[in-house]
């Protein structure tokens, strides 16, 4: 039987990872073992991350909603609540666009959740 060389595969496993390394500065993009390490690194981030922005963003979401919200008299809390018994249903992706973009339609969406609540 035959040896057999690995060195096909290891090098196939060393040029992946610094291809994953290119825009790296230094040794991070030249050095093996440097480059796996900021690579792992960094696709751990981007793992973590991938989840952290659908936080981040239903965060920013609420905050502009509750700008708007309080810009027409009414709090972040009363103005979801009042949505919500009055059947509107609309997600808060969409209720932020339309109070950065549209007044009219939110000043709109306010007096509809106000009508016979308060």
């Given at each position: 039987?035959?040896?057999?060389s690995?060195?096909?595969?290891?090098?196939?496993?060393?040029?992946?990872?610094?291809?994953?390394?290119?825009?790296?500065?230094g040794?991070?993009?030249?050095?093996?073992?440097?480059?796996?390490?900021s690579?792992e690194?960094?696709?751990?981030?981007a793992?973590?991350d991938?989840?952290?922005?659908?936080?981040?963003?239903r965060?920013?979401?609420?905050v502009?909603?509750?700008?708007?919200?309080?810009?027409?008299?009414?709090?972040?809390?009363?103005?979801?609540?009042?949505?919500?018994?009055?059947?509107?249903?609309?997600?808060?992706?969409?209720l932020?666009?339309?109070?950065?973009?549209?007044?009219?339609?939110?000043?709109?969406?306010?007096?509809?959740?106000?009508a016979?609540?308060e």
């Amino acid at each position: 039987m035959s040896r057999v060389s690995k060195s096909p595969a290891s090098r196939r496993r060393r040029k992946d990872i610094l291809k994953q390394a290119k825009g790296y500065v230094g040794g991070r993009r030249k050095l093996y073992r440097t480059a796996r390490e900021s690579v792992e690194r960094g696709l751990q981030y981007a793992y973590r991350d991938r989840r952290r922005k659908k936080r981040d963003f239903r965060r920013l979401w609420i905050v502009r909603i509750n700008a708007a919200a309080r810009k027409h008299g009414m709090s972040y809390s009363q103005f979801m609540h009042s949505l919500d018994t009055k059947g509107i249903q609309l997600n808060r992706k969409v209720l932020a666009d339309i109070a950065v973009r549209d007044d009219e339609a939110f000043a709109e969406l306010i007096k509809t959740a106000r009508a016979g609540g308060e």
